[in-house]
Nanobody
């Protein structure tokens, strides 16, 4: 089995910073893209940022210049440094990974359970 475990969420004032981490573990052969999505109350889940195995990044327009995604391939871990946080960043943040498991001949998508980020005004 494969697990994605997030950490680092919490309550922060507007203008503050938080760093999210997500570690993938289990019977993993290789990991392609890793990323972060978020879902605010009453809204659809949306992409925040993702990063390829080679380090290419992609950001939602709403977070460009404020958030930085990075990954440590040796640790199967992806990070999201969130700066200059705004109340509208309040959401549950989900880690995502597209990866290859042992004994499975195709790539699969996995999700973490989510971590709540609350930004107060």
């Amino acid at each position: 089995q494969v697990q994605l475990v997030e950490s680092g969420g919490g309550l922060v004032q507007a203008g503050g910073s938080l760093r999210l981490s997500c570690a993938a573990s289990g019977s993993i052969v290789s990991i392609n893209n890793m990323g972060w999505y978020r879902q605010a109350p009453g809204k659809q889940r949306e992409l925040v940022a993702d990063i390829s195995s080679g380090g290419s990044t992609n950001y939602a327009d709403s977070v460009k210049g404020r958030f930085i995604i990075s990954r440590d391939n040796a640790k199967n871990t992806v990070y999201l440094q969130m700066n200059s946080l705004k109340p509208e960043d309040t959401a549950v943040y989900y880690c995502h990974a597209n990866l290859r498991r042992t004994l499975v001949p195709y790539d699969m998508d996995y999700w973490g359970k989510g971590t709540l980020v609350t930004v107060s005004s």
